[in-house]
C-alpha cells in the first residue's frame, strides 16, 4: 500500500513538470511566432486605418514646489489599443490566453510631455515595463512615470491660494488622422497614500483635446491632466492671520488715547516698528512671486502706510491738543464743533468747553489735558503768556474732533480692505 501511494505521487509530479514544460514551450514558441517578422516602428493599423489609443491615468504622489514653479508627479499611465499583428486562436496553442513582452519587442506609442520642465525625461513610454498581450490582439501597457512640469505659481489669495496645474502629453510624430486618443473609463484615478502633504488635491479631470496648425492641415491630439491644489496651512491662521489682526487692533487704539497724550506717538511707533517686522516675515515666507501680489501683503502695506500717516497725524492733534497757542479759537468754528463732537463720542469734550466757569481744574482734567500743559490761574494770569483754561479746551476738542475723524477714516479702510480680501479668498 505504501508503494502505491509513493508510486501515484511520483507520478503526479512527474505529469505536473510535463505540463508546466509543454507549457513554457508552447509560450515559447508562440511568442516566437508572433514576433516573427513583427516590426515595431509600423503602426498596428489594419486596412491603413488609424490605430484608436484609450488613454487613462492613475496619480500616485504630486509635490509643488512654490521656488522653482514645478510640479512634480509620479502616476501610472493606462493605454489600451488592439494589435491585429498580435492575434491566436487560443485552443490551438494549449489555452494560451495572454502573453507577456518587453516594450523594447513592440510597437508603443510614442507619448511626450508637452510641458515638461525637463526635456530629458520628456518621453513617457520608456523603459523596459512588460506589455499585456491578449489571444484577441487586445494589448494592455501600464508604464510608470515621474514627471516635471512647468506650473506657474499665483499667490495673490495666499494663504488661500490654489492652482491648476496641466499635464499635456501626446505624439510627437503621429498626427489625429494616424493615432486617435480616446478617454478610459474612468480617465483619472487616485493612488495617494496617507503622506502629509503642503498641497490638497481638490479636483481632477482629463481631458481630450484636439488643435490644428498652421502648418499642416491634418488634427494633432493630446491628452491633459488637470489638477487644482490648494494650500493646505492651517498654522497660517496663527503666524500671519492673527498678527494681521492685533497689528490693526493696536493700530486702533492709538486713536483712542486722549489727544493731549504723549504716549499716543510712542504706541504707533511700536506698532509701526512691529508692521515692518512682520512684513520681512512675510516676504521671507511667500518669496518673490512673479505673478501677482499677495492680497495679505497688500493689507499689511495699506496697515503701514496708514500708520505712518497716524504718527503724522498723532504728533499734529498732541501740538494742537497741547499748545502752547499764541491765538485763541475762533468762535465760529466753537460751535460747530461741539455740534459735531455729539456726533464722534465726544460729549464730554464738549460739556467741558461749554462750562464757563474759572474754577480750578480737577486732576482727571488736568491728565486729559497732559502731564506738560500749564495752566494759569486767575490770579497769575495777568503775568504769563500761557494759555487759558478756556482756550486750552477749545483747542483740545479741536485736536479731539480730528482724532476721532482719522479714527473713523482708518475703521473704514481697514473694514473694506479687509471684506475685499475675505470676499476674493
Known sequence: MLRLLTATFFLSV?????????????????????????????????????????????????????????????????????????TWDAEENAGIETVYFDSTHMWCPDLTLYTSSDWKNSKLTNGNTKIVVRHSGEIIYVPPAAVKVQ???????????????????????YDGYMMNLKKADPPLSLELDDMIRDWKLSNYSLSINTK?????????????????????????????????????????????LPPASGEKIVVALLSLLANICFLDYVTKV?????????????????????????????????????GPHTLALSSSLKLPLIRLSSLLGLASYAHKVSRSDGADLEKSDRLELGEESKLCSGESRPRCNCDTEDN????????????????????????????IFSTVA
Open 14 to 86: 512527474w505529469c505536473w513538470s510535463r505540463t508546466e514544460a509543454y507549457n513554457t514551450s508552447a509560450m515559447q514558441l508562440l511568442s516566437q511566432k508572433l514576433l516573427k517578422d513583427y516590426d515595431k516602428n509600423v503602426l498596428p493599423s489594419a486596412e491603413g486605418k488609424g490605430v484608436d489609443i484609450v488613454v487613462g491615468a492613475s496619480i500616485v504622489n504630486f509635490d509643488l514646489n512654490e521656488q522653482t514653479h514645478e510640479l512634480s508627479l509620479d502616476f501610472w499611465i493606462k493605454l489600451f489599443w488592439n494589435d491585429p499583428r498580435m
Open 212 to 256: 490644428h496648425y498652421e502648418c499642416c492641415p491634418e488634427p494633432y491630439v493630446d491628452a491633459t491632466i488637470y489638477l487644482t491644489l490648494r494650500r493646505a496651512a492651517p498654522t497660517f491662521c496663527w503666524t500671519v492671520m492673527m498678527p494681521t489682526a492685533v497689528l490693526c487692533l493696536l493700530t486702533f487704539v492709538t486713536f483712542l
Open 392 to 419: 486750552l479746551w477749545n483747542w483740545l476738542l479741536l485736536g479731539a474732533v480730528i482724532d476721532r475723524l482719522c479714527l473713523f477714516i482708518y475703521l473704514i479702510i481697514i473694514v473694506l480692505s479687509i471684506c
Open 286 to 322: 511667500i518669496g518673490h512671486a512673479p505673478t501677482h501680489t499677495p492680497i495679505l501683503v497688500k493689507v499689511v502695506c495699506l496697515q503701514l502706510v496708514l500708520l505712518v500717516l497716524a504718527v503724522l497725524l498723532n504728533a499734529l492733534v498732541l501740538n494742537i491738543s497741547r
Open 151 to 173: 506650473c506657474t505659481i499665483d499667490v495673490m489669495l495666499w494663504p488661500y491660494d490654489q492652482h491648476t496645474c496641466k499635464v499635456k502629453f501626446g505624439s510627437w510624430v
